[in-house]
């Protein structure tokens, strides 16, 4: 029990990190105008990969850990739910509550093995959709790029 309350203590503070360091998607410096917010309802601030790029080895495992992190801001009601939902396919993820703010979706392996295609670098458009508890519902402005690396596969 201890060791897991570690591990998910590591998680968190690991994905922080990453959060904190990475830029913004609706102007690339971490310093926003309150402005882009919405005044009622959810607001989709900021969404980043982590890592950039999702590499596939060459059983389709995932070679670390794959994450879509956004950040959610609603100053009035309470996110209830945010899911990451791709364009052009037929996939969404629902995302995990970290903070007050922060929302992770967790890619999993059948998830990537279905994403990736051998010897290419696919490039997926997914959306944040969010969610209040009176049923108000924001959306991303902006799609994140989500790359998904495969080796090329040969038999010998």
């Keep these: 029990m201890?060791?897991?309350?570690?591990s998910l203590y590591a998680i968190l503070g690991s994905s922080l990190l990453v959060l904190a360091s990475c830029s913004s998607i609706t102007g690339g410096s971490k310093s926003e105008s309150a402005k882009e917010l919405a005044a009622s309802g959810p607001t989709v601030v900021d969404v980043k990969t982590f890592p950039g790029t999702?590499?596939?080895n060459q059983s389709l495992q995932p070679v670390s850990?794959?994450?879509?992190?956004?950040?959610v801001k609603d100053f009035k009601n309470t996110v209830t739910d945010v899911r990451l939902r791709f364009l052009?396919?037929?996939?969404?993820i629902p995302m995990k509550q970290l903070n007050?703010?922060?929302?992770v979706a967790n890619i999993q392996p059948d998830q990537l093995r279905q994403l990736a295609v051998n010897g290419h670098t696919m490039k997926y458009e997914a959306n944040?959709?969010?969610?209040?508890?009176i049923g108000q519902t924001a959306v991303s402005r902006t799609p994140i790029e989500i790359a998904v690396k495969a080796p090329e596969v040969t038999t010998s």
Excluded at 88 to 92: K, L, T, Y
Excluded at 100 to 103: G, L, R
């Design 2 to 6: 201890k060791t897991l309350k570690n």
């Design 54 to 56: 999702f590499d596939v």
């Design 65 to 71: 850990q794959s994450q879509v992190i956004a950040s």
């Design 88 to 92: 052009h396919i037929p996939m969404e």
């Design 100 to 103: 007050t703010s922060t929302w």
């Design 128 to 133: 944040v959709i969010a969610k209040d508890n």
